[in-house]
C-alpha cells in the first residue's frame, strides 16, 4: 500500500496535510498519534469510506480514487468493533459473511479458523465469546476473501492483557505466515513496539516520522546507563572530569547518555577510583519516550 500525497478537507480545514508513505508485503505498521491526530480519517480513505481530496492511495498499485472496488478487494479491515450475530456460532457468522463474496469455499473457512485459532470454539454462539475470541473472529471474517493487506483499527480495545498477548501473536503470524501487511492503529504504545516492525506517527494531519521499532543496528545511538555505585558523589565527579559528559543522580544512581563503546572504559575509571559498583543498567530510548518526544509530552495519546 501506497500513500502519495493524501489531503483531506472538510468545508475549509485541512484534516489531513501531504501523507505520503509505504507499507510492504509481511510487515506489521504501527500507526500513532494522539487524539484528532487523523488516524481514523486516513484510515477510512484506505478502505474508500471517506473521499480523498487530493493526492492518492495505491493498493498493489490500483487507485482507490479512481478504481475503487478493485483497489479494495485487496483489503480486509476492521475499523473499532468487529460486528457479529452473536445468536449464531462463529462458524455460521463466517458462512453469511462468505456468502457476499463469490468464490469463498468451506475450506477457505476452515483455512481462516485454524489461521485465527478458534476450531475449538467455532460452532459457539458468537454470544458467549470472550472479547479477545471476538477480536479473532473477527480477524478471521477480514480475511476470508484473501487480502494482501488487513487494517486494524485499535486491535486489543478493551481486552484485559491475555487477550492482548494473544491477538498480538496473530498479528505476527498473519504478517509473517500469510506475507499480509497489516496495518495497525492503537493507543498501546508498550504493545506497539511489541508487535511492529516499522512505526508511522501522526499530529495535526501530518506525518512526524515512520521509523523502525527496534534498530538495534544503530551504533551511533546513545544509551541511557544507570550505575548503582558507592560514594555516588565522588562517582559523578569522576566521570564528568574523565570523560566531559554530564552525569547526574537519578533513583541513588549515577545516571549518563553514553555510546556502548564508552560503558567499559566508564567501569574501568570507577574502578580505578576504588569505588564500589553493584549493578549497570542500559536502556534504549523506549518507543514511549520516542512518542512524546515527538508530539510532547502535554498531549494525551
Known amino acids: 500500500m501506497q500513500l502519495k500525497n493524501v489531503n483531506k478537507s472538510i468545508g475549509k480545514k485541512k484534516i489531513i496535510k501531504d501523507l505520503s508513505f509505504e507499507i510492504y508485503p509481511g510487515e506489521v505498521f504501527g500507526f500513532l498519534g494522539p487524539n484528532g491526530a487523523g488516524k481514523t ?3 477510512r480513505m484506505m478502505v474508500g469510506l471517506m473521499k480523498i481530496s487530493a493526492g492518492d492511495i495505491l493498493i498493489n498499485g490500483v487507485s482507490v480514487s479512481k478504481n475503487y472496488k478493485q483497489a479494495v478487494r485487496q483489503v480486509g479491515a476492521i475499523v473499532e468493533n468487529p460486528e457479529m450475530y452473536p445468536f449464531m456460532s462463529g462458524w455460521k457468522n463466517l458462512k453469511h459473511f462468505a456468502r457476499m463474496i463469490p468464490g469463498i469455499t468451506d475450506e477457505r473457512i476452515k483455512e481462516v479458523i485454524a489461521l485465527v485459532g478458534l476450531e475449538k470454539a467455532i460452532h459457539e454462539k458468537v454470544g458467549k465469546y470472550s472479547l479477545g475470541m471476538r477480536q479473532r473472529i473477527g480477524v478471521a471474517q477480514a480475511l476470508l476473501h484473501n487480502p494482501s493487506i488487513l487494517i486494524l483499527d485499535e486491535p486489543t480495545n478493551g481486552l484485559d492483557p491475555a ?4 491477538i498480538r501473536q496473530y498479528i505476527r503470524k498473519l504478517a509473517e505466515e500469510e506475507n499480509v501487511a497489516v496495518i495497525v492503529s492503537s493507543h498501546l504504545l508498550s504493545e506497539i513496539e511489541l508487535m511492529c516492525d516499522r512505526i508511522g506517527i501522526i499530529k495535526n494531519g501530518e506525518l512526524v516520522t515512520v521509523e523502525k521499532v527496534a534498530d ?8 541511557q546507563v544507570l550505575i548503582e555505585v558507592s560514594p555516588i558523589d565522588t562517582a559523578v565527579k569522576v566521570i564528568e572530569d574523565a570523560f566531559n559528559i554530564s552525569a547526574s543522580i537519578e533513583e541513588n544512581k549515577l545516571a549518563i547518555k553514553t555510546k556502548k563503546e564508552i560503558i567499559p572504559q566508564i567501569i574501568q575509571e570507577l574502578v580505578k577510583h576504588q569505588l564500589e559498583i553493584y549493578e549497570v543498567v ?14 510532547g509530552e502535554n498531549t494525551i495519546a
Open 216 to 223: 538495534e543496528s544503530n551504533e551511533d545511538q546513545d544509551l
Open 282 to 295: 542500559t536502556n534504549n530510548a523506549s518507543l514511549e519516550d520516542k512518542f512524546f518526544e515527538m508530539i
Open 41 to 43: 480519517t486516513t484510515i
Open 163 to 166: 487477550g492482548i498477548r494473544e
